[in-house]
């Protein structure tokens, strides 16, 4: 089993819908969570960081943390083709670095 | 300002030979990080430099796979002699030091095809 599971996709939604993105994962451990995009053929950028549970907002963009069910989210409001990309959720220990752990990435496309 | 660079972007070679990657992170950033993603499978970490300490190599995946950041600059990835799973696409990251916040700045990686 890996230790964090995203739905590889691809989610095709329409300009200006909802998008709700999520993983969840096995390691009771976890402290910290974020949210990477990456666009084809680059690296992956931050977009949301968030520590232990609760929601952080930046935006469109909403983090949402519930440890209790090992499960985060992200949504993107009034999204915008040019959200069109691959999304990876990544955690880490609290005393680990930034070693993180990915999940695969689940790919959105925005269409016009 | 310049962000994070890796070159080749793309290299081909056969089974056995050598391959050498290299990354340069951001100005000033002691974190330096190895990442890499195989086909069909998630972003793995490799190892982290504190300046030109290797901080954790636990990643590692055995001991074809030298690391090396003399000077506590650029890093070098050398896989010798390389086999068809090493193929991938290898991230490099940076970030300063105690900044421990996930935000890791990645390059663009440096896809390596073994035939």
């Known amino acids: 089993q890996k230790e964090v599971e995203q739905d590889p996709g691809p989610l095709s939604v329409p300009e200006g819908a909802i998008v709700s993105l999520n993983c969840t994962y096995s390691?009771?451990?976890?402290?910290?969570f974020m949210w990477y995009r990456q666009y084809s053929r680059k690296g992956p950028e931050l977009l949301m960081y968030t520590y232990s549970s609760g929601n952080k907002e930046d935006g469109r963009f909403t983090a949402q943390v519930d440890k209790s069910s090992k499960y985060i989210s992200l949504f993107i409001r009034d999204s915008q083709p040019s959200d069109s990309a691959t999304y990876l959720c990544a955690m880490r220990l609290n005393n680990a670095g930034n070693m993180l752990t990915f999940g695969g990435g689940t790919r959105l496309m925005v269409k016009p | 300002e310049a962000g994070v660079t890796q070159f080749p972007s793309h290299s081909v070679i056969e089974k056995g030979q050598t391959v050498t990657l290299r990354c340069d992170p951001i100005s000033g950033h002691d974190n330096l990080y190895w990442y890499r993603r195989v086909m069909g499978k998630e972003i793995k970490f490799l190892l982290h430099f504190v300046k030109e300490s290797k901080q954790d190599e636990s990643g590692m995946p055995n001991n074809r796979f030298l690391a090396e950041r003399t000077g506590g600059t650029y890093s070098t990835l050398k896989v010798q002699p390389a086999e068809l799973e090493d193929s991938g696409v290898y991230f490099c990251a940076s970030s300063q030091a105690g900044r421990n916040t996930g935000e890791l700045f990645f390059g663009e990686g440096s896809r390596l095809t073994v035939l």
């Open positions: 390691n009771s451990a976890f402290q910290y």
